[in-house]
């Protein structure tokens, strides 16, 4: 029998990273692992050498190249001279301060939110951080994981630690279970539609509920990828079976004996019976309904059998102006029926959706079109999430699925999700996209965007609008 | 980092909500490995009519000229979404801005912020009304107080919050990796109290 307070995950994860509380600063937390890329980390790499200061534990720190480098050619030369110049510093920097990096052409090379997860580098029970605010995908393991900004990546770098004001908690309850067809990406689309685009601000939110649970590792993670785009800090789910199933036999995990203890450890991760949350958000798994964007922030989002809303539909002045300037920017009319919107552009891919599930889901939906290829008006590209997506994939035959029926199929990076090198959109172009963000120029000037599942993303290609596919 | 103690400083009224860092500063200006350079790509997107940036737009309210030389920014809720890219808040800096003043932050760019000297202030949604409406008046000045929490404008007074600890940082300009690296002996007793999995 216990009789200490009942903790929430976040407070477990918390308590066991505490390095220091002391009056009057903001607490210090423990970084168990630290993944940097080409883009947030040079200046860090500069003032560490500034300050004569090395990086404490390089083992803890792994890099990889993924945000700004091409989809066509693993020369490091082919995106341009910007990327190219922060590509050739990441190589610089790694070796001169001793920090293992996944450079083009290497096997386990890939976005760092597939590659951490895939290689064993992301374990339950462990603070990781890294300068890309995309980084709660690693709270499916039940990690406290989150983006920081270059001045924290310096921080990290020097002392493997943190300053962190503690977040408040959310529970977000998912009852029951998804329908047929209906992926993580609707889930955490509609868990999104209901908060709004900030209502997690502040917030540390936990995924739990039989529909939560039901998932795999690979769904949980697109669930907790896209936790940033309601506000949230960072996105858990407790780690069960299917999480240490997952970790098991990992390269980078724990082996042994020391695997077995850290399982022991990691099954007392979960939120205790009667923890108390700041906030709980309960939703009903068979109401939701595959989800479509029809703005410039995640959070205007509908079901595909739905039509674009109205400026008049919203009560709060605040949105009722952001849907007027989004229907502009996206060039929609009100009412309009979801599954009449056009599209000209399909992107498969980004750290939302590039594993081998997600590759796996769009074939399927590829093959039940028997023969049909991606319509004429519309160009479409499939980017893996890493070179052993990739690779795996080849192996399944998924690549000559997508290829035969007019898909291009590039080499993995983080590609159209930002468009840093130039799988760029055109102005005006429309994009069914499996990415997180929907944000006005994001894929490019003037381009418009609207986030998907890869179920919806290959159908659109297919047929150049969006499908409820299960009408 | 240079302490920040008060400020006075021209305020320009930037009236749309959940600005991401992406508008703030566009992707294709992240590709560098310096510090300096970005100040001129703030806002881009709004700035110019064109994607070289060589044709001003008119009718964005930072190239209006009443607002030449503001350093507080104005803001609407959830500014700072999106991206957790530090080049967002250096463009800011850079460009001159010392204050943002918004109902709601993102909690990176917030972070991101304090970071680099910038003063982040959270007010009320209504007193942020009051301040949208009065700089549609007249260009608005404001005093910013740090040490004693107040943003003044005329008559009004505001009372705002920071944690203390960023408060402490942002007044005295301390170098967080310095003030961290002497707490190294807690770290190593940390560490030395980890489990062999972690």
Redesign the interface.
């Known amino acids: 029998m216990t009789t200490s307070t009942p903790q929430t995950m976040y407070e477990k994860l918390w308590q066991t990273h505490l390095?220091?509380d002391a009056k009057?600063?903001?607490p210090?937390l423990?970084v168990?692992r630290h993944l940097i890329h080409e883009?947030?980390s040079?200046?860090a790499f500069?003032?560490l050498r500034f300050?004569n200061?090395p990086v404490r534990h390089p083992e803890r720190t792994i890099a990889t190249m993924d945000h700004?480098i091409s989809t066509r050619s693993i020369k490091i030369d082919a995106a341009?001279t910007?990327?190219a110049?922060?590509l050739r510093?990441l190589q610089k920097n790694c070796k001169e301060f001793g920090i293992e990096l996944f450079g083009m052409g290497h096997k386990n090379q890939g976005i760092a939110h597939v590659m951490g997860p895939e290689l064993g580098l992301t374990?339950p029970?462990?603070i990781i951080v890294c300068?890309?605010?995309h980084t709660a995908t690693h709270g499916a393991f039940g990690a406290l994981a989150?983006?920081?900004?270059?001045?924290?990546v310096?921080?990290v770098f020097?002392?493997?630690?943190l300053?962190q004001?503690k977040?408040k908690t959310m529970k977000i309850q998912v009852n029951g279970h998804v329908g047929a067809g209906i992926s993580a990406k609707d889930i955490i689309l509609a868990i999104i539609g209901k908060t709004g685009?900030?209502g997690a601000?502040?917030y540390v939110v936990e995924y739990c509920g039989e529909a939560i649970e039901a998932l795999s590792m690979e769904e949980r993670m697109t669930v907790c990828n896209m936790s940033?785009e309601f506000?949230a800090?960072a996105g858990l789910v407790a780690p069960d079976q299917t999480t240490f199933d997952y970790v098991k036999g990992r390269e980078y995990a724990?082996k042994g004996e020391?695997?077995e203890?850290?399982v022991v450890?990691w099954k007392n991760l979960r939120s205790d019976a009667d923890a108390v949350f700041d906030t709980v958000i309960t939703l009903e798994a068979k109401d939701i309904k595959a989800q479509v964007t029809w703005g410039t922030?995640p959070g205007q989002v509908i079901s595909v059998d739905g039509i674009v809303p109205s400026p008049e539909d919203f009560t709060d002045p605040?949105e009722k102006?952001?849907c007027k300037?989004a229907l502009v920017y996206m060039d929609l009319k009100a009412g309009t029926k979801m599954v009449d919107i056009e599209v000209n552009k399909v992107f498969i891919g980004s750290c939302t959706n590039s594993r081998i599930e997600d590759l796996r889901a769009a074939a399927t939906i590829v093959q039940r079109y028997e023969g049909q290829k991606v319509v004429d008006s519309v160009d479409a590209i499939i980017v893996p999430g890493s070179y052993r997506v990739k690779e795996q994939a080849e192996s399944e035959g998924l690549d000559k699925i997508f290829t035969d029926a007019g898909f291009e199929w590039r080499l993995p990076g983080c590609s159209m999700c930002?468009?840093?090198n130039d799988d760029v959109l055109g102005p005006g172009d429309r994009c069914a996209s499996t990415s997180n963000?929907n944000?006005?120029?994001?894929q490019g000037?003037g381009s418009r965007t609207h986030l998907v599942s890869p179920e919806m993303a290959a159908a659109a290609a297919i047929t150049g609008h969006f499908v409820d596919l299960n009408a | 980092m240079e302490k920040f103690t008060t400020h006075t400083g021209l305020v320009v009224p930037l009236d749309?909500?959940?600005v991401?860092t992406?508008?703030i500063i566009?992707?294709?200006f992240?590709?560098?490995?310096?510090?300096v350079g970005f100040g001129v790509h703030l806002f881009h997107?709004r700035r110019y009519l064109d994607?070289e940036g060589t044709q001003v737009n008119p009718d964005f309210v930072m190239n209006k000229p009443e607002y030449k030389g503001a350093s507080v920014l104005l803001a609407?809720?959830?500014f700072g979404?999106?991206?957790?890219?530090?080049?967002a808040?250096w463009a800011i800096e850079e460009y001159g801005f010392k204050v943002v003043i918004a109902p709601?932050?993102?909690?990176?760019f917030y972070?991101?912020c304090i970071?680099?000297g910038i003063l982040p202030i959270r007010l009320t949604e209504a007193e942020v009304e009051q301040l949208f409406k009065l700089s549609a008046e007249a260009p608005l000045t404001v005093d910013v107080d740090l040490p004693n929490n107040t943003l003044t404008c005329g008559d009004l007074t505001f009372k705002f919050s920071l944690?203390?600890?960023?408060q402490?940082s942002l007044e005295n300009g301390v170098d967080?990796?310095?003030w961290?690296?002497n707490?190294?002996d807690?770290?190593k007793d940390?560490?030395a109290k980890?489990?062999?999995?972690?």
């Open positions: 390095v220091e009057g600063e903001t210090l423990y168990d883009v947030t040079p200046q500069a003032n300050h200061r700004n341009g910007g990327a110049n922060q510093a374990l029970g462990t300068g890309d605010s989150f983006g920081i900004g270059t001045s924290e310096e921080h020097a002392t493997q630690t300053r004001n977040a685009s900030a601000t502040g940033i506000g800090k724990p020391v695997f203890q850290a450890d922030t605040v102006e952001s300037q930002l468009g840093m963000r944000f006005e120029g994001r000037r | 749309i909500a959940n991401d992406d508008q566009p992707k294709q992240l590709q560098k490995t310096e510090r997107e994607h609407r809720e959830n979404c999106g991206s957790s890219r530090e080049h808040p709601s932050f993102a909690d990176i972070g991101n970071n680099i944690n203390e600890f960023q402490y967080s990796v310095g961290t690296l707490k190294l807690k770290i940390f560490e980890m489990p062999a999995w972690q």
